[in-house]
């Protein structure tokens, strides 16, 4: 008992304590040509020149980089918003493939409309133009 507490202290005394896993859910900002996307713990809130979105739930990609979440998708419109605007939002499939800090990202909106594709860069700003 004694030995492996000598052994815990000197482990934490010499900083070798074990390393965090990474998350297998994506994780940052990542932004590119008319969109962004901004994932914290796997969730995400999506930025495009005239519209917005969401994804509800934790996007892991799989082996091949590759994902198809669900989310929500909003259209915007040009000029200021006005208090108690009302924006059209509709189902999505979000899917892409994500590979060593860059990502490929279509949207795929409940009528069958297809937005994209997106892309990204992983800690790169967007260039997102206002809608006219």
């Known amino acids: 008992m004694r030995l492996r507490l000598i052994l815990a202290m000197t482990l934490i005394a010499s900083g ?13 900002k990542w932004g ?7 994932f914290n713990t796997g969730l995400a809130d999506i930025m495009f020149d005239c519209a917005s979105g969401s994804i509800d739930t934790a996007v892991i990609p799989a082996k091949d980089g590759s994902f198809a979440v669900e989310g929500t998708y909003r259209e915007g419109s040009p000029g200021p918003v006005r208090v108690g605007q009302i924006f059209r939002s509709q189902p999505a499939t ?13 949207v795929e909106l409940e009528d069958g409309t297809v937005v994209g594709p997106f892309n990204l ?5 967007p260039q997102i133009t206002r809608c006219r």
């Open 94 to 106: 979000y899917s892409g493939v994500v590979t060593k800090g860059a990502m490929t990202l279509n």
């Open 121 to 125: 860069t992983q800690g790169v700003p």
């Open 32 to 38: 590119g040509e008319h969109a962004a996307i901004g």
């Open 16 to 28: 070798l304590t074990p390393a965090a896993a990474k998350p297998p859910y994506l994780e940052g």
